[in-house]
């Protein structure tokens, strides 16, 4: 549906194998945030139906996801760590445009492109992680982040014109690239 402006480097990759139960810590902790973001979204629009239907189907699927990354955290040995900021989020949260009707819709832009970013980045993991069960995850839940960054776009072209979202999906794109090739690499998913 969309491309995003910025494709990470190999180099960001080996970050993340060279300290993947770091990695791990950092997954889990984004999946029990968009979790967390799916109901915050059902409470700030429970007339929008359709949204409220995704939304809820999203926070279970996101919850799940972060049930299966802590039996992966605690079969290395492991447990669940504190969450840490997330630069990138709060970055992108400085994007959202006053408005009642505008900040709805950078809110589910802004939703895809970071579940746009996370299809890139677990395929990425996916592709270098040795055959087995943890590389077979990562492929599924790239899957599903592909499938999520549809979702928003597709809600957003439900309650808003879509010449206007794709105008403003372009310039969070580009500004989402400008963050992302700031940031530094590290063994966290942003």
Known sequence: MFELK????????????????TFLQDHASAEKKASGMAVSMISHYPDRTSLVRAMADLAIEELIHFKEVIKIIEARGSMLGDDEKDTYVKSLRKL??????????????IGGVIEARGYERFSLVSQALPEGPEKEFYAQIAASEKTHKNLFIELAYEYFDKADVDIRLDELLI????????????????
């Open 175 to 190: 500004a989402e690239g400008e963050i992302c090739s700031k940031l530094p690499f590290r063994a966290a998913l942003h």
């Open 6 to 21: 910025y494709h990470t480097p190999f180099e960001w990759t080996e970050k993340v194998l060279a300290d993947f139960d």
């Open 96 to 109: 959202f445009r006053h408005g009642q009707q505008e900040f709805f819709m950078d809110r589910l832009l």
